[in-house]
């Protein structure tokens, strides 16, 4: 039994580790079918490959599930629900895309929505974080867009 208990430690140290790193679980929001097909012009890929890392969570104890719908170039990326979990909860979403400009929309169910424009230049990731908040104020989105990787902590 003691091997039993070791692998049990080991897996949970390995999922809590993953969790504070920002990737997602069984339970967290799935990709559209949008974005998973061969043919998409925005398409989710392995990280490695991705011209766009995009990060989505809900920040927001106020609403602790909110559902949230975000699309690029009208591809839509997810759509589900996105619980608070202690605000510390970004679900990762690596996407291929062309080389220029694009756009970014987002909609929560509590009304809150977002449009951005930003380029990727084809041969090197950009980074992009959506975060929900709706505590003391009215519910909004929140964009961040950058050339480095995103770390969380």
């Given at each position: 039994?003691?091997?039993?208990?070791?692998?049990?430690?080991?897996?949970?140290?390995?999922?809590?580790?993953?969790?504070?790193?920002?990737?997602?679980?069984?339970?967290?929001?799935?990709?559209h079918?949008?974005?998973t097909a061969i043919d998409?012009?925005?398409?989710l890929?392995?990280?490695?490959?991705a011209?766009?890392?995009?990060?989505?969570?809900?920040?927001?104890?106020e609403?602790?599930?909110?559902?949230?719908?975000?699309?690029?170039?009208?591809?839509?990326?997810?759509?589900?629900?996105?619980?608070?979990?202690?605000?510390?909860?970004?679900?990762?979403?690596?996407?291929?895309?062309?080389?220029?400009?694009?756009?970014?929309?987002?909609?929560?169910?509590?009304?809150?929505t977002?449009?951005?424009?930003f380029?990727?230049?084809?041969?090197?990731a950009?980074y992009?974080?959506?975060?929900?908040?709706?505590?003391?104020?009215?519910p909004?989105?929140?964009?961040?867009?950058?050339?480095?990787?995103?770390?969380?902590?």
């Amino acid at each position: 039994m003691p091997m039993r208990s070791g692998v049990v430690f080991a897996l949970s140290l390995a999922l809590a580790a993953q969790g504070l790193s920002g990737c997602s679980s069984d339970a967290d929001p799935t990709p559209h079918p949008q974005v998973t097909a061969i043919d998409s012009p925005v398409r989710l890929v392995g990280p490695d490959d991705a011209d766009l890392v995009l990060y989505v969570s809900n920040q927001s104890f106020e609403d602790d599930n909110v559902r949230l719908k975000l699309a690029v170039d009208g591809v839509t990326v997810v759509d589900g629900d996105f619980p608070v979990k202690g605000q510390h909860n970004w679900i990762r979403f690596p996407l291929s895309l062309s080389s220029g400009s694009h756009d970014l929309t987002a909609e929560s169910d509590t009304g809150a929505t977002l449009r951005e424009s930003f380029q990727v230049p084809g041969d090197e990731a950009r980074y992009a974080v959506v975060n929900y908040w709706a505590d003391d104020e009215p519910p909004k989105l929140e964009w961040h867009f950058q050339t480095d990787p995103v770390y969380f902590s």
